[in-house]
């Protein structure tokens, strides 16, 4: 196994605090200024100990990963009619950057809090590189730009040490493997180390969803939900749909709302100011708009007037109840 690859493989066996290798070639282990913090140092947890950067990312095919279990959770991007998916037991390095299509785009995990999220890194007129700073807030990773050092908290965005231009997300869809292996046999998954041939992966607590069955936050079930403006955020449970798909709205004035199964286990989240239905038994086509415009669960019109089109996401994600509730102020938990 290759230097690099080993010290991925043994950032697995450790958690957000724990120290992990330094980035040669970077100022990322210089200490960091006093000056421009906006919350007090207190409130973080650990040190500066940056990942390794990824730029370059390695991917194999659905078939190299058949034997991965089929519960474990699976981020999924759309560009160019190509999927991407990564695995979130593969995310231990906790920041993935890559250019796709152009786009310079980045997935952050936190494996504590649970939540994957999707970045533009395109940032005013800088390239963000993101790697995961070593700190926590709040038990929540807290990326770090390699470039100006800016440290933000992953889950709210907000800067915690110097100051960002608004960051702008990727639409992702959070999905089970099994339903990567039905319907994106050719997606690309990403993979920390080489994958050589099919072998039976862990089963690690990132491989399941819990299904909440009452109205109460559950501190360890994960959710999906969509921030609103002033630390809000709209709170969706698996179980608030059926088994066939559905459609809420999030708040009229947006123009937004979910669509969910608790069958599939996959919620998202878009704006629109169009007029959608959902549709059963066309996945991964799940709903139709009043032109008759057939939509992915991508948000893409795949057939129709409006063919082509892509609907834009608010932020939104999954992460567990205890983290919603430490990081907003006002969580609603939608029935």
């Known amino acids: 196994m290759k230097p690099l690859l080993l010290l991925f493989a043994v950032a697995l066996f450790y958690s957000c605090t724990k120290e992990s290798p330094t980035i040669a070639g970077t100022n990322t282990t210089k200490p960091l200024t006093e000056s421009n913090w906006n919350i007090p140092q207190s409130q973080l947890i650990g040190e500066l100990k940056p990942f390794p950067i990824i730029n370059n990312p390695t991917y194999s095919t659905v078939t190299q990963n058949i034997c991965r279990d089929t519960n474990s959770r699976v981020v999924l ?18 920041a993935v950057n890559d250019i796709i299509n152009n786009l ?18 395109l940032n005013g ?9 070593g700190y926590l807030y709040k038990e929540n990773m807290v990326p ?8 933000w908290s992953q889950m709210t965005q907000e800067p915690i040490k110097g100051e960002l231009h608004s960051i702008n997300n990727i639409p992702i ?7 990567v292996v039905a319907c994106f046999p050719d997606a690309k998954v990403f993979t920390a180390d080489s994958v050589s041939e099919c072998k039976h992966l862990p089963i690690t607590e990132d491989s399941y969803i819990e299904l909440n069955t009452n109205n109460q936050i559950n501190p360890k079930t994960r959710y999906y939900g969509v921030v609103l403006p002033k630390q809000r955020v709209a709170l969706y449970s698996y179980t608030h749909f059926s088994k066939n798909w559905e459609i809420a709205p999030i708040w009229i004035n947006k123009q937004a709302f979910v669509i969910g199964n608790k069958t599939k286990k996959t919620i998202v989240a878009y704006y629109s100011k169009y007029k959608f239905e959902p549709l059963q038994n066309e996945y ?6 009043e032109t008759n415009s057939y939509w992915n669960i991508f948000g893409e019109a795949v057939s129709g007037p409006r063919l082509g089109q892509k609907l834009t996401q608010p932020l939104a994600y999954v992460a567990r109840g205890q ?6 102020q006002d969580v609603q938990l939608k029935n």
């Open 77 to 94: 991007y759309q560009s160019n009619n190509q999927i991407y998916a990564f695995p979130n037991d593969e995310l231990y390095i906790e």
């Open 323 to 328: 983290a919603w509730l430490d990081l907003f």
């Open 125 to 133: 007129d800088d390239t963000l590189i993101i790697t995961a700073s």
């Open 173 to 179: 869809v959070e999905v089970d493997w099994k339903e």
């Open 104 to 121: 310079p785009i980045s997935i952050t995990y936190c494996p504590i809090t649970k939540s994957a999220i999707g970045i533009n890194r």
């Open 144 to 151: 770090m730009d390699v470039n100006s050092q800016v440290l």
């Open 284 to 289: 991964p086509i799940v709903m139709k708009d």
